[in-house]
């Protein structure tokens, strides 16, 4: 009984801590006899006491890293403040633990070179509008840099840019005179087109009044016309009727007076009265005589 507790006791202490459980996204670097010997993926595994160890413990999930600002000096001499966020990922437990000593503390130090390596080809304004050029070119230059170390760098950010406090003031004087202009000119457009609506408002105005006087003129034109139309079938209608009673000689001589006596109202300068009123052909020719007196 006592060999029996003896030999569950070794079992114990020497075949269970050597059971290693993986866990998901999670890589071991196995060493054996002091030499890598394999890595580990996720699940159950076996070592053997006293020959191997586990040298690394790895995660595969991709990493962030927000590094402190940098000083940094642009192509015109200007120095400012960059920090910058890196996004990588571990794709080879075995580079990773045997490519560099403190692969972390590596990548913000060669962060840290690109970065003032790329600014240093940028004046002030190109480095503050292009940020997206910035990222492009460290990612690139990082990821084939670390390839070594068994890092895949996925993107890299540039959180801040920080300028001198006089570079500051100035580009805030800046802005709002930019914004001073921008103001005044979207002032004058809305007066300009203010101006522009009372004036066609006042030119279609004037042609309503025009045509509007226009067309009462037209229709009083045309009420003149046809009342003296009127006058005139009235009269002609009054001869016919006249005519077909056929009225005698003293009547003739009424309306004859009648007739003369309108013409004298003119601007008739000579009348002439014939001597038999009752001639109607008389009366006719006398007429003519004044209206060739007038012309």
């Known amino acids: 009984m006592t060999i029996l507790i003896i030999i569950l006791v070794i079992i114990g202490v020497l075949v269970i801590p050597n059971i290693k459980i993986v866990p998901q996204a999670?890589?071991?670097?196995?060493?054996?006899?002091?030499s890598y010997f394999e890595t580990w993926g996720n699940g159950l595994h076996v070592k053997i006491p006293f020959l191997d160890r586990v040298a690394n413990q790895v995660t595969l999930k991709e990493i962030v890293k927000d590094f402190a600002p940098q000083p940094v000096i642009t192509k015109d001499n200007v120095?400012?403040?960059?920090?910058?966020?890196?996004?990588?990922?571990?794709?080879?437990?075995?580079?990773?633990?045997?490519?560099?000593e403190n692969p972390i503390n590596a990548i913000e130090n060669l962060t840290a070179t690109t970065l003032r390596n790329i600014i240093g080809?940028?004046?002030?304004?190109?480095?503050?509008?292009?940020?997206?050029i910035i990222n492009a070119k460290m990612r690139s230059i990082l990821d084939e840099a670390t390839d070594p170390w068994g890092i895949k760098v996925n993107r890299v950010e540039v959180k801040n840019i920080i300028p001198p406090r006089d570079i500051q003031?100035?580009?805030?004087k800046q802005m709002r005179a930019e914004r001073e202009r921008r103001e005044s000119i979207l002032k004058a457009e809305g007066e300009k087109k203010s101006a522009i609506l009372i004036a066609e408002g006042e030119k279609e105005s004037a042609i309503l009044r025009a045509e509007a006087k226009k067309e009462a003129q037209i229709k009083e034109a045309e009420g003149e016309a046809e009342a003296l139309l009127k006058i005139k079938t009235a009269e002609a209608q009054g001869i016919r009727m006249i005519m077909s009673v056929k009225p005698d000689e003293k009547i003739i001589t009424m309306k004859s007076l009648?007739?003369?006596?309108?013409?004298?109202?003119?601007?008739?300068?000579?009348?002439?009265?014939?001597?038999?009123?009752?001639?109607?052909a008389t009366i006719g020719t006398t007429i003519k005589e004044m209206i060739k007196d007038e012309k």
């Open 26 to 34: 999670k890589a071991y670097v196995v060493e054996r006899i002091g």
């Open 121 to 132: 080809e940028l004046e002030l304004d190109q480095t503050l509008t292009s940020r997206d």
């Open 258 to 280: 009648d007739a003369l006596e309108k013409v004298a109202n003119g601007q008739a300068t000579k009348i002439i009265v014939p001597s038999d009123l009752q001639n109607i």
């Open 79 to 100: 120095t400012m403040q960059i920090d910058t966020v890196v996004y990588f990922q571990i794709t080879d437990p075995k580079l990773y633990t045997y490519g560099v």
């Open 169 to 172: 003031d100035a580009m805030e």
